[in-house]
């Protein structure tokens, strides 16, 4: 989720609060009612996606691990193996080594 979409939540669930703030001292009890709970779903909500958010980037990470490890544990006994022959070729070229 993009950050921008956090804040639209957490906006929302503070306007819902300062309306339910104000509808409670002006003893509306129906929209006082009606805002909190809007205002707690919209926090639930913000919370439930930031949690999944959190996970889901756990996961990434660890499948990005993975293939990493696997990448280079393939490459390098190539690597290696360029390596001997950069380094033959330079003493063969060096005569002085």
């Known amino acids: 989720m993009n950050w921008k979409h956090y804040l639209l939540l957490f906006l929302m669930a503070t306007f819902f609060a300062l309306i339910s703030l104000i509808a409670h001292q002006h003893e509306t009890v ?9 205002s707690s779903g919209f ?7 930031w949690l ?11 499948e990005i ?3 990493r490890d696997i990448v ?7 690597l290696l193996r360029h390596l001997i022959l ?6 063969n070229f060096d005569p002085g080594l």
């Open 72 to 78: 280079l544990s393939q490459l390098r006994p190539i």
């Open 30 to 38: 129906w929209l006082d009612s009606f805002a909190s709970n809007l």
């Open 65 to 67: 691990k993975k293939v």
């Open 43 to 49: 926090l639930g909500s913000l919370l439930t996606a």
């Open 52 to 62: 999944i958010d959190r996970s889901l980037s756990r996961v990434r990470d660890a």
């Open 86 to 91: 950069i380094t033959v070729v330079w003493r």
